[in-house]
């Protein structure tokens, strides 16, 4: 796994209520560090792997050695069954983790001096 918690106190969790029946986010809705942002439009659900492309994308189109802040984090555990395995026979193993985001959240920053 790319990003993932060093520890936590459970390795699984529950659910929790879908992130598209929430409210939109009223932290981490501003550019604090850099000049630029990349914002979400939507609640979803935002795996490891997506955050590392994204910034590798990011860095790709921007100058060398230029900075990019990446503001969420990975921290929810998604978990997955095994095929064909019956009803009742537990919670899955632990599959990737995902950042819960909400609509209007700031995910990356970069500032105006390393714009290619």
Known sequence: MVYAPKK???RKRQKGKPSHKLAPANRGTEVNFGTYGLKSLEAC?????QIEAARKAIS???????????RIFPD???????????????????EYY?????????????????MA
């Not at 095929?83 to 537990?90: D, K, L, N, S, T």
């Not at 950042?99 to 001096?113: C, L, N, T, V, Y």
Request: charged content about 25%; glycine content about 10%; cysteine-free.
């Open 60 to 70: 790709r189109y921007t100058s060398r050695g230029g900075k990019v802040w990446i």
């Open 76 to 94: 929810k555990p998604i978990t997955n069954q095994s095929p064909e395995v019956p009803m009742g026979a537990g919670k899955g193993e632990l």
């Open 45 to 49: 659900w935002i795996t490891d792997r």
């Open 8 to 10: 936590t106190k459970y």
């Open 98 to 114: 995902v950042a819960d985001m909400r609509a209007g959240k700031i995910m990356f920053e970069i500032p105006s001096s390393n």
